[in-house]
């Protein structure tokens, strides 16, 4: 039985500084054979990044437009140097495609045109949702560390409000962002003087306790979960409460096999326990969590209960 045909499956901005080519190839699959309704481009993380990229957008995008997907250009998350406050000045002047927004100077930029919210801008309750709205906001991606109950609360009061509501149901959680990039510190480096190292781990870089168990990882300034967020299991009672997007963060593995995943549930061709197996495997070490829907630590990993 299908879970919801009408229920979009996103794809988010890669978070982490994959090599152009690699950049390259990931969209053409992604154009070719992911079962997803839309795909997010754009560099949120460092602008330093970007330029090695940025040259290739226009090919992306229409190579995905003509595959029948949506795009959406995201902007920073976090904007703190005037060559970062002109790059999201320029995306937020754009008509076409949409805008995600995920910085308040983005927000400032936009001027109350239609766009996005990313998952970088806090929408935790009814009275800031409703305020996004009045500022020209149709769609809102929920931060990932919100439990069931702030999911369905949100999405009820954006829904009422006539927007699309969005949340990561698939990959790494962001947990913070820092004006410090950790992964320069690491290596000895100052964050002007990087060198780009960031390059060299293509799923970030793993941190570990002091008796050496697995806890985070860094990419550049950015904080994320160790674990991969698998929200598969809560597909259904997502949509129930009025999710209408479920979004699907690259990660480095097969992308294509994981959209396919989540999308043979979305259709009742695969029952949900034998998907979400197909999906740990996928996911190689890296294991799953869903804490943070179950309003405990964000590691952990809950049995979904037996739908009511």
Partial sequence: MAVNTMTKLTLGPIAYHWSADARR???????????????????????????????????????????????????????????????????????????????????YARGKRPHRIGPFMNAYNDATIAWMAGQGATHVCLPAEMPAPAIAAAAQAAVALGLGVEVQVFGRASLAVSARCYHARAHGRTKDNCQFVCEEDPDGMPLRTRDDRPILRVNGIQTLSESYVDLLPEAARLIAVGVTHLRLMPQAVDMVA????????????????EADARLATLSGDAGLSNGFYHGTAGYRRIAAAAPA
């Fill in 25 to 107: 190839d990931f969209y053409a699959r992604i154009a070719d054979e992911a079962p997803v309704d839309e795909v997010y481009l754009g560099e949120v993380i460092c602008s330093k990044r970007a330029p090695f990229h940025e040259a290739d957008l226009p090919a992306t995008i229409e190579r995905l437009e003509r595959a029948g997907k949506t795009v959406i250009l995201s902007t920073l998350a976090e904007v703190m140097l005037k060559r970062e406050r002109k790059a999201t000045e320029d995306l937020a002047a754009m008509d076409t495609p949409e805008i995600e927004v995920n910085n308040a100077a983005g927000l």
């Fill in 258 to 273: 994981v959209a396919q995943v989540f999308r043979d549930v979305l259709d009742g061709r695969v029952p949900t326990g």
